[in-house]
């Protein structure tokens, strides 16, 4: 049981990581600010490479999010109730699905979105990811949890 939690933070961890490293990679910002030329770190430069990064991420972030919510509804894992702390990273995770979900159809062929729709999607998927970084930094200073 304590292995299944560790590889699950472990994972959601990882993944944590990678989605933002290649979600601010969409951005220019490693190039310009000479990130990209350090060892190592030259795939942050290329915009295709750091776009199927984040897809691959997103798509293990779903998973893994599926799997822990079916988990928590079918197994009760020894879980009394969701924290406060539970809520909010839920919402904003669920937040992250949903807007990123929009930027995906946004991107596939045929499919149009008016320009003032594609920015306010940038906006709050970009201050959802600030604002889990931000709370996921704290409750991982403060050794918070997501269930008591």
């Not at 990678?18 to 310009?32: A, C, D, N, V, W």
């Amino acid at each position: 049981m304590k292995v299944a939690r560790k590889l699950k933070h472990y994972i959601y961890g990882v993944t944590l990581v990678f989605i933002t490293l290649s979600g601010f990679g969409q951005m220019p910002i490693f190039k310009r600010y000479y990130i990209a030329d350090i060892p190592g770190l030259g795939w942050l430069a290329r915009f295709y490479v750091t776009h199927m990064v984040h897809y691959i991420a997103a798509i293990v972030l779903i998973a893994l999010a599926t799997y822990v919510v079916f988990d928590f509804i079918f197994k009760r894992s020894g879980f009394n109730r969701i924290t406060g702390y539970g809520y909010f990273k839920t919402g904003i995770i669920a937040g992250l699905i949903v807007t990123g979900a929009f930027m995906v159809v946004k991107n596939l062929p045929h499919i149009y979105f008016a320009h003032t729709t594609i920015i306010a999607l940038d906006i709050v998927h970009l201050s959802l990811c600030v604002m889990l970084l931000i709370v996921s930094s704290y409750t991982l200073i403060l050794k918070k949890r997501w269930v008591s």
